[in-house]
């Protein structure tokens, strides 16, 4: 067990709705990491949470995403009117005050019909 | 010329064989070096990392990092069929705030 746990596991959505994904990391994390996979290949550097602040994006990340991680704790992302290109894998992973490995929750599996 | 680089495979060794795993990377500058097991369906889980040149080893795992030649190499013994998966690499570099740069992973196979 990693201690992040993200929610939900599975979603699938039509074209044009949004989602909200959520990652819960243990108190420890001060740094938070999102990445999508997409099948075949490795996962792909979304953004990056230290405490509250974000402090690097991705271009990746259009302005159909968003991303916020209030009072430093838990972090949602955001993906507006959805696109079948949006169908991937998003994880969470986080690192622990002074540490330097990143630790993967299980995922989110986003399908877009 | 992608950040990180793997052979995407798939690789395919007996069961007591060593499976070697590669992975080359683009920026001089990187400085910490990961590896990732991923099976199918699930996330990725640490393996090992590895800071220094040379080799560092942690059971039947053995990660080989050169930077001069701007390679990392995992090493598996005794490989069991439990190690089936995707091994993903990854990179962090020096003038990042931490995110890591995946190698598009090699699937290994172990058949018994």
């Known amino acids: 067990d990693t201690g992040v746990s993200q929610n939900p596991r599975h979603k699938i959505t039509k074209r044009g709705q949004n989602v909200t994904f959520r990652c819960d990391p243990i108190?420890?994390?001060?740094?938070l990491y999102w990445y999508r996979q997409t099948l075949g290949q490795g996962p792909e550097f979304l953004t990056y949470f230290q405490n509250e602040a974000q402090l690097e994006k991705s271009r990746l990340l259009s302005d159909r995403f968003s991303a916020e991680r209030p009072k430093g704790s838990f972090s949602t992302l955001e993906i507006q009117r959805t696109e079948q290109g949006d169908s991937a894998m998003y994880l969470c992973?986080?690192?622990?005050?002074?540490?330097?490995?990143?630790?993967f929750g299980p995922g989110t599996r986003l399908l877009v019909l | 010329q992608k950040e990180v680089e793997q052979n995407s495979g798939p690789l395919s060794v007996p069961e007591g064989a060593i499976a070697s795993l590669n992975c080359t990377y683009s920026?001089?500058?990187?400085?910490?070096f990961f590896w990732y097991r991923q099976y199918s369906g699930k996330s990725p889980e640490l393996i090992m990392f590895?800071?220094?040149?040379g080799d560092k080893e942690d059971g039947r795992f053995t990660a080989q990092l050169n930077k001069a030649s701007q390679y990392v190499s995992l090493l598996i013994r005794d490989s069991q069929p439990s190690d089936s998966a995707t091994y993903l690499c990854a990179v962090k570099r020096g003038s990042t705030l931490g995110r890591l740069y995946f190698g598009r992973g090699t699937q290994l196979t172990v058949w018994p």
């Open positions: 108190s420890e994390h001060n740094r």
């Open positions: 920026d001089r500058g990187s400085q910490s």
């Open positions: 590895i800071y220094s040149n």
């Open positions: 992973a986080a690192i622990v005050v002074g540490g330097e490995t990143q630790y």
